[in-house]
């Protein structure tokens, strides 16, 4: 049996530049080089994605799909239009300090910025201007990926999880009946995940149905 589209699987994983830089990992001792100097603890957790719907990298889920359905390990290289792209110049911009100031923002080169839901890099600030590289960090880079397929997941439930990670970030509380997911959330993600049921459907194979939390309900009365 092999992996194929769809297929829900468990993978521990380390990613890293080609010239050795970890930078994203779900390993205790890999995340503990990467928050290295940092005082907050350090918490590993199992990842759990569904192939071929862009819950990963596309290379590495192409990659995966096709190999044995049996626990293994792999190491893939890929390229930089494999991973997270080509560096784009034009994404590279000047921006007048006065604009920063407005946002009670003072950039220093070297620090990440938000700016207006974009995030950028601080190049230099000279001239009442500031260079921000608006490019993924990893952007231009040819990136490694060990990864361990520990299993292909099967029960409902981790499965729901999983998308719910992956589009929302959150932990809802939910149940299944008769092929009718029922996600309870606030009434601001209600919204929300009403606007997701294609995807639900496409990938888990059910109606959803998103209802307010009795704590809303409460809140409201």
Known sequence: MKLNKKDFIE?????????GEIFDSNIKKDLEKIHQGHDHPVESKPFIFCLGEHMFLDGLDNFLIGKPNEPDTYEIELGPEKA???RNPAL???IPMRIFREHGTNPIPGT?????????KA????????MVDFNNPLAGKTVIYRINVKRK??????????????????DFKFEVKEKKLIIEADKQFTKIIELFKDKFKE???????AIETEEADKEQK
Not at 112 to 120: A, K, Q, S, Y
Not at 123 to 130: A, H, K
Not at 155 to 165: G, L, R
């Open 84 to 86: 997270f792209g080509k």
């Open 112 to 120: 990440l910025l938000n700016f207006d839901g974009r995030i950028g």
């Open 11 to 19: 993978i521990e994983f380390t990613g890293k530049v080609k010239e």
């Open 92 to 94: 590279v911009q000047m």
């Open 123 to 130: 190049l230099t600030v000279s001239g009442g201007r500031v």
């Open 203 to 209: 990938i888990l194979g059910l109606d959803v149905d």
């Open 153 to 170: 997941v099967e029960d409902i439930n981790e499965k729901i999880k999983a998308v719910n990670e992956f589009l929302f970030k959150r």
